[in-house]
């Protein structure tokens, strides 16, 4: 969910070493890791039928829009797909709704 209270749907696949690794090369050496991390995201976030949901054009504007809370909720979302950064909730069984389909790269 995001700080304004809507809440946006996506589906990946968990991050692969690999695929970090591209994402961070595609990135450019003098990348911070929030640069790294939006990389990774555009890189992941596909729609429902496995399509892309941004493309590197989207770049600036995710960084600029993109709040830090939420870019740290979907990292750990897609490096570990079972916890969803929320310690407080109880553990629920059923796949988190931003991450609860997934698609292959």
């Not at 595609?26 to 990348?31: D, F, L």
């Not at 949901?53 to 490096?79: I, W």
Request: hydrophobic share 35%.
């Amino acid at each position: 969910m995001c700080p304004d209270g809507t809440e946006f749907e996506y589906w990946a696949t968990p991050l692969t070493i690999a695929q970090r690794a591209r994402a961070e090369k595609i990135a450019g050496p003098k990348a911070d890791e929030v640069d790294q991390a939006v990389h990774i995201f555009i890189a992941k976030a596909k729609e429902e039928d496995g399509t892309a949901m941004f493309t590197v054009a989207d770049f600036q504007e995710l960084r600029r829009e993109l709040p830090q809370s939420v870019l740290g909720k979907l990292m750990v979302q897609l490096v570990n797909p079972d916890m969803d950064g929320d310690e407080d909730e109880d553990l629920d069984p059923k796949p988190l709704a931003s991450s609860s389909k997934k698609t292959k790269d």
